[in-house]
């Protein structure tokens, strides 16, 4: 069909016209790997990387600068599960910056991003003008939105890689290099640490799948982008507060962030795994619920752009 022959204005898309239609899986992979491939190629998602691998350097070069490359690094007890405790490892092994840039970034800077992300892929579309066509092609609402929410957890993972990456190159490029002491107090291997952060990076990417489907359903709601990024980040912001007080700590554990800081306990010895558990099933949980409400908001929605 040429671009022609598809009206740009006009009533609004029958459902009945984007009903079930024969399964193909080769063209379900088609529309997955073209909605990857949109979301990583544009010039936002680009900008959003770079801010991203920005903060491990800003760090690393701020550890430099105060210690001077050198002097004792406390932390790393029993108690030390959190930013400020990794970052105190920094001087002895650069390898500990992936882990403090990865707590510095998970707060808010990729969850902002992965909420521009999320909140701009329905409502983007329906801004442009491009949705209606989009659904024509035909890709049929469910599958569209299944790869709508599988190209954000793509992004989810390549920004959390990114910021990882960028924390070990320059890691290795402002500190020495070695031996890993968790916070338990025992030393395990520059290889086993390679392989902790890496396992660290996949529990940041999924921590994040919760609050990416939170913002795929506020992308449903609404035809208008930068509304929907703005009432996604603005929920983030709000559950963050939410989160940080004391009189509603009754609510917390079932706030997406309450449970996002449990990747320290990949670097336990052995690795924890309750905190990890419950982080899992609490994304599993709000994954569910949203994922099933913007499923129901679009597959009722009248597309009209």
């Known amino acids: 069909m040429s671009q022609a022959d598809v009206p740009r204005t006009g009533p609004a898309l029958p459902r009945e016209s984007v009903g079930p239609r024969p399964r193909n899986p080769f063209r379900t992979l088609g529309i997955l790997r073209s909605e990857i491939t949109t979301t990583l190629r544009r010039h936002r998602t680009y900008a959003l990387l770079a801010v991203l691998a920005a903060v491990p350097v800003l760090i690393g070069i701020a550890v430099r600068i105060e210690t001077g490359g050198g002097g004792p690094g406390g932390g790393g007890g029993a108690d030390g599960g959190g930013g400020p405790a990794f970052l105190t490892q920094v001087t002895n092994n650069g390898l500990f910056l992936v882990f403090a840039a990865l707590a510095a970034t998970l707060p808010v800077f990729l969850p902002m991003a992965v909420g521009v992300v999320a909140g701009d892929a329905i409502a983007g579309e329906a801004s442009t003008g491009t949705l209606r066509y989009l659904l024509v092609a035909p890709a049929g609402r469910t599958r569209l939105l299944l790869a709508k929410y599988a190209s954000v957890l793509t992004f989810c993972l390549v920004a959390t890689v990114v910021v990882a990456l960028s924390a070990l190159a320059v890691g290795a490029l402002l500190f020495p290099v070695g031996e890993v002491t968790t916070i338990s107090g025992t030393r395990i291997s520059f290889g086993e640490g390679l392989v902790r952060a890496a396992l660290t990076a996949a529990v940041v990417a999924v ?99």
Not at 231 to 250: H, M, R
Not at 282 to 303: C, E, H, P
Request: glycine letters at 8%.
């Open 207 to 305: 921590s994040l799948a919760g609050f990416a489907a939170l913002g795929l359903f506020v992308s449903t709601l609404t035809n208008s982008g930068i509304g929907a990024m703005a009432a996604t980040v603005g929920l983030l912001i709000t559950v963050q507060i939410l989160g940080s007080i004391p009189q509603l700590s009754a609510v917390h554990p079932y706030l997406f962030p309450h449970y996002w800081t449990s990747f320290a306990d990949v670097l336990r010895e052995p690795v924890h795994w309750d905190g990890l558990v419950r982080n899992f099933q609490l994304q599993g949980a709000y994954a569910a619920v949203f994922a099933s409400a913007a499923w129901a908001r679009f597959t009722t929605k009248d597309i009209t752009a």
